[in-house]
Structures are given as C-alpha cells and as structure tokens.
T-cell receptor
Framework: DTEVTQTPKHLVMGMTNKKSLKCEQH?????MYWYKQKAKKPPELMFV???????INESVPSRFSPECPNSSLLNLHLHALQPEDSALYLC??????????????FGDGTRLSIL | LAKTTQPISMDSYEGQEVNITCSHN???????ITWYQQFPSQGPRFIIQ???TKVTNEVASLFIPADRKSSTLSLPRVSLSDTAVYYC?????????????FGSGTRLQVQP
C-alpha cells in the first residue's frame, strides 16, 4: 500500500468536461508534485509545490490548474483537455522540494482517458 | 540538466543476479544517486540511494566508483516479481528540477 493516496483511480472525461484529481499524504511532507506519464515513457514533471506554494511549473498548458489547499492535499483541476492529455497522472511527496537525498513517495496514479 | 543513460532493456532468469548500470557523466559534487522501481499501473517506488562507494539494503546494492560518473544497481537472486522498469535519478539538495528528472529507464524482464 502506498502512503500517497490518489483519487479517482480511473477517470474518463469528454473534452468539454471539468474534473479534478486529488492527492493526499499524511507523512508531514512539505513538497508535493504532479507528474504525467504516457505509456512506456518515464514520468514527466508538471508542477512542484513547496510549503503550499507553487515553486515549479514546467510550462504546463493552462487547461491543467494545480491547487494545494493545505500541506496534506494536492489537487489538479482539469478543463477542456485534449485527447493527447490521456495518460497516467502521478502525485508524489517528499520532505522538501527537489532535495536529492530525500526520496519521493509516489501514489499509484489516476489513469485519465479523454474522449 | 544532468542527463542519465541506462540500457533500454535487460533480460534475466529467476535466481540470477542482475546489474543495471546508469551513466551520469555530468554528476556534480553535491549530487546523490537514487534508484526507483516501477511496476505497470503503479507509481515508482524508492529502492536505494547513495553518494559514493557502496550502499546495501534489504532489496538491493548500489555500487558507485570513485569518479561517480556511473552507478550500478545490483539485484541479488531476482524473481519474477522483479520484472519492472528501473530508473536512476541524479540530483542534489536544493537543486530543484534536476533531482526530479527521470531518464528513460531500464525495462527488466525476468523469465522463469
């Protein structure tokens, strides 16, 4: 079992829908991350939050909108997505941001399909 | 960003030792080397981390030569359940995105 919980596990949505992905951790970590992973590719960093503030945005399109309501929760709001946005979306946390000797803890992701 | 290079795939048989090497020629003085394992439809899982020489835990060993330009993940006596993708990452405290960049990974297939 993972210590980072992501919901829902699967999501199918149309291109005009609005939905949100949720991520929760109770390890007291102060850094949280969103990654996107396409089939047979490595995870690609999207956003990084440090102490509930957005610290890194990897030039992600505005149809993806992250939110960190508190230190335990991370949301990814989705609107007007494209079919190419279909992927596994992974959330992770670590004690601090981009800290090379503090490993990240990953959830098992939300499998997103855009119709 | 520091680039890591790994073999795309490896095959092994149950009970064998598997060594996966990662090249990181541009490693910086403060960089750590971290390995993750990922099964299909799951998130990556931390395996082991090191800075220099050798590190061993209950699942793997990590060998790092003196020049630190490469590292080798060693999995003793693999089983079918070790079939997964293995990623090495290189980064340092406070280095931000560099420590968060996954390379292409090595797909390990263990046969019975």
């Amino acid at each position: 079992d993972t210590e980072v919980t992501q919901t829902p596990k699967h999501l199918v949505m149309g291109m005009t829908n609005k939905k949100s992905l949720k991520c929760e951790q109770h390890m007291g970590h102060r850094a949280m991350y969103w990654y996107k992973q396409k089939a047979k590719k490595p995870p690609e960093l999207m956003f990084v939050y440090s102490y509930e503030k957005l610290s890194i945005n990897e030039s992600v399109p505005s149809r993806f909108s992250p939110e960190c309501p508190n230190s335990s929760l991370l949301n990814l709001h989705l609107h007007a997505l494209q079919p190419e946005d279909s992927a596994l979306y992974l959330c992770a946390s670590s004690q601090d941001v981009g800290d090379g000797n503090q490993p990240q803890h990953f959830g098992d992701g939300t499998r997103l399909s855009i119709l | 960003l520091a680039k890591t290079t790994q073999p795309i795939s490896m095959d092994s048989y149950e009970g064998q030792e598997v060594n996966i090497t990662c090249s990181h020629n541009n490693i910086a003085t403060n960089d750590y080397i971290t390995w993750y394992q990922q099964f299909p439809s799951q998130g990556p899982r931390f395996i082991i981390q090191g800075y220099k020489t050798k590190v061993t835990n209950e699942v793997a060993s990590l060998f790092i030569p003196a020049d630190r330009k490469s590292s080798t993940l060693s999995l003793p006596r693999v089983s079918l359940s070790d079939t997964a993708v293995y990623y090495c990452l290189v980064g340092a405290p406070d280095m931000g995105r560099r420590a968060l960049t996954f390379g292409s990974g090595t797909r390990l297939q263990v046969q019975p």
